[in-house]
Structure formats: C-alpha cells, structure tokens
C-alpha cells in the first residue's frame, strides 16, 4: 500500500481555537501594533545575487560542485548570469548538476507574488529535468517543481506558478536545478540562467489542481498502517496559451476523509494512520478549488507479517530484516526499470517490509560490497500482490569493489527463478542454495557470479510483479 500525505484542518482549527482562548485572558492587540513579517524582496539574481547571504549555494550529493558559477559575459540584456556547466556522466566529480538556493539568513515573504521566473538558455538543445523553489534541507515543506523542461539556445522565459502563496511566509529555498546528461548520450553542456525572481504575473489561470495524478484509486488498509498521498500538483494555463504542470508539495493541500475514524488523528499535518476497520474516501483541495483523484481505503484488519526469523544471529550476514543487524545504508530502490511503479518500505507492529509495484527490474544496495562467498544459502520472505513472473539475481562488483558493469569486466552476476514457489496474499519463506543462481542476467551477467563483493540483490519481472519481501538474509545451512 502506498503511503499518503495529508494536511489536516481539524489541527488548523485546534490550533485557532487555543489562539482565540488566550487572547480573550489577554488585552486585545492595539490597532497600531505591527505583526512580525520577513523581506518581501523578489529578486534574487538580477546581473547578480541580491539579499541571498554569503553561503547560498548548496549542492546536492552526487552531483558536481563546482557546476554553479557567475558568467561575467552572458546575460540577458545584461553582461552577466549564473551559469550552470553540466558535466560529462562520466565526469569523476560528479555525474549531474544540481543544487538548491538557500538564503543564508531569514526567509522571505512571497505572500504578494504569483510566480518564480527567469530568462534560460543553453549551449545546444536540452532538456532539463527539473527547476524549481521551496526546498530548504531542513522541512522542504512547501517543494514547487516543474520537469523535463525544455531549453533551446535563445533566451526563453520560464514561468513556474506559485500553487498558494499565501503559505510562503518565511521562504528560504529561491531556488532548485537538476541537470544530467540523459538526453545528450552523456555529453555535458552549459546553461545560463538571468533575472531570477519572483513576480505578481495576475495572468495564471488554475484549470485544476490533483492528487494521485488526478486518478481515483481504491486500495486495502491494515490497521496502524501510515497512508500518504503521493503524485500532487496542478495545471496552469499561462498567457502565452501554454499549459504548465506544477508538481507540488503536500503542504499545499487540504486534505479531507470521509471517516475519521478509518484514517485516524492526522500528525504533524502532513500523514495519517489507519485506527480502524471501514472505508474512508479521502479527496483534497488547493485553496478553495477540489483536486481530481481521490483514493478510497478499505480497511479491512490487522496485518500478518512475515514469520519471524529463527537461524542463529552469528551465522547471518543480512541483507535487510528487523531482527538482525543489516547492511549499512541500505536502499531499497539503488535503481529500477523504467515501468517500475512505486517502491516504499512499509511498517506494521513495528515490524518492516519492502513493497515494489509493478516491476521491471529493481535494485536493491548498501555501502560498499560484502563477502558472502562463507555462506551456502540465502533466505527471504515474499508475499506476491499481483503478477507470477520473478526471477532474483546476485550481482557481485569484483575485485575492485566497484560496480563497473557486467559483461567483459570483474563484475559477475546470476539468477533464479523463484516464480513457481510465489502465491498471492500469503508469506513464502525460500532458502535458495547460493549455487543454484545460475541464470544469465538481463544485465549481461553469466550466471553463477563470485560472491566476495556482492554488491546488489536485483528483482526482475516480465509481467510486472508487484509483492512484498522480507529477511533477506544470507546463511549457512
């Protein structure tokens, strides 16, 4: 089950009320008071930074961090911009470009504006995969994004519409970029970017905001299961006739159940768990205009987790599982098919377990490889939700530790086929003998791979499988 993000109004009001109590113990405000606001300035690059503070520019991980400089030559009706070097995939500081713009100081009041825009443009033909504003490192609360934005090599003007500005009170993140090299078969290239600002445009029009991209889902609840709403935005029509896509963040919303007692007390505005057996409806709103799709919870009980494991702790290098220590950093999605749908880690009882939907391929990963050539066995729990066809592959990085790839390097990897064991709705536990993975790969691998630097446990499906899995743990038997 996906996990949905909510507002709640109810708290809104709670809090409202606790406010009125205490100001009617209390004098009345004078009418010349003046309420604390921040600088309402828009400007934030305009032939250079304006009111950002001396440590604005914060990189994300894995990206370049010296992409970001300020072009003394090009500009847009100015000799100056920001310039954004985007470099080679292969490039050993970096891969991508990609970073946000965070006022090193207070935040700013965007209350009075409608849009972020700028003037862009770039070496060759392009297409960026995201610009946008509200993302701070710390609550990104208020995340307004729109992607594969299309660049040419004349200026262009963006235009990103504010989802509700009355919520941008104190603002810190101006700014947001991702860049990377898919389109350009690797080959890096430059971007300027000019006159960054917010602005009071008065000429966005609202055709309709959504959840769940606007789809009506019914799902299957358990009990004290976390819900949260995914894929939120809305469409804007802009003067020039174009229709923008604006992914926004939960906090924009209202959100809305049918039965509070299904979806339970809402937390930190933002989630909900389910406390009670029943159906609930929960729609939303975008200031005062109702979002398409909604998703429909049948809660229907508790639900049974994986059994518990019982093979000696010492004789375990584990991979993921609640009852041993684990893989540093794990992740449970390092990468995945391009029909990959949703991959989450879900908790019942305190006890977790990872869903992937509708699977191409996916990759399961950590810090750094492992040896696993001591251990003659592999264990894990998996309870298929739909689809039959899933084939679990061991890829091991080599000598070097390092993923290079599969086919004429270090690297080795294997399969087998556990789909004839899987049933749908109930655990199957399997212990796999680590020889018998002795498929090739999709990925170029020979079958029967080395197991000193096992660096991934893949899942691939060629009907898109969607299931649940759990201890997965090496062993020997």
């Not at 050993?92 to 090193?104: L, N």
């Not at 299957?220 to 926004?248: K, P, R, W």
């Not at 977790?352 to 729990?381: A, C």
Request: charge should be negative; glycine fraction near 12%.
């Amino acid at each position: 089950m996906k996990n949905i993000k909510f507002n709640y109004l109810g708290k809104t009001l709670l809090v409202g009320l606790v406010l009125i109590t205490n100001l009617n113990c209390e004098r009345d405000i004078s009418d010349d008071a003046v309420l604390a606001t921040f600088p309402k300035t828009a400007e934030i690059f305009t032939d250079d930074f304006v009111a950002m503070g001396g440590n604005f520019y914060l990189p994300y991980g894995g990206s370049k961090p010296t992409a970001f400089s300020v072009d003394l030559e090009q500009g847009y009706n100015s000799n100056s911009s920001i310039r954004i070097d985007v470099p080679n995939a292969t490039d050993p500081e970096g891969a991508y470009a990609g970073a946000i713009f965070r006022i090193d100081g207070e935040g700013r009041n965007l209350t009075d504006y409608d849009a972020l825009t700028f003037y862009v443009k770039a070496s060759q033909g392009v297409t960026v995969g995201e610009f946008g504003f509200g993302e701070d490192f710390f609550d990104n609360k208020y995340i307004t994004t729109i992607t594969n934005v299309s660049i040419g090599t004349n200026w262009t003007k963006i235009i990103i519409p504010i989802p509700d500005a009355s919520k941008l009170l104190q603002e810190r993140g101006m700014f947001r970029y991702a860049a990377g090299t898919q389109g350009t078969n690797g080959f890096g290239y430059t971007i300027w970017i000019d006159e960054l600002k917010f602005e009071k445009l008065g000429t966005n029009s609202l055709l309709y905001p959504y959840i769940l991209n606007g789809q009506n889902i019914t799902i299957d609840g358990y009990l004290d299961s976390n819900i949260e709403i995914n894929q939120l935005g809305a469409v804007y029509s802009l003067a020039n006739g174009l229709n923008v896509n604006v992914n926004a963040a939960p906090s924009y919303f209202s959100f809305i159940s049918s039965n509070d007692l299904v979806t339970g007390p809402f937390q930190n505005n933002i989630s909900t768990i389910i406390s009670s057996t029943g159906t609930a409806v929960v729609t939303a709103q975008l200031g005062n205009e109702l979002a398409q799709g909604s998703l429909t919870i049948n809660a229907t009980g508790a639900f049974d987790n994986a059994p518990d494991p019982t093979t000696n702790p010492a004789n375990v290098i584990s991979i993921f599982s609640d009852f041993y220590s684990s893989v540093p950093d794990f992740n449970p999605g390092v990468f995945a098919g391009g029909g990959t749908g949703n991959i989450s880690v879900q908790n019942f009882g305190n006890n977790q377990h990872l869903r992937y939907e509708s699977i191409d391929f996916v990759g399961l990963g950590w810090n750094g490889p492992i040896d696993v050539s001591s251990k003659t066995m592999v264990h894990l729990d998996v309870q298929l939700i739909s689809g039959s066809n899933l084939v679990m592959e061991l890829i091991d990085f080599g000598p070097d530790g390092v993923d290079n790839g599969l086919g004429g390097t270090d690297g080795t990897a294997g399969g087998n086929n556990i789909s004839g064991q899987l049933q749908v709705g109930q655990w199957v536990s399997l212990d796999i003998p680590l020889n018998a993975f002795t498929l090739t790969t999709g990925g170029g691998g020979a079958g029967s791979p080395n197991l000193n630097n096992l660096g991934y446990v893949v899942f691939v499906s060629g009907n898109g499988a969607s299931f649940l899995v759990d201890n997965i743990y090496f062993y020997n038997n």
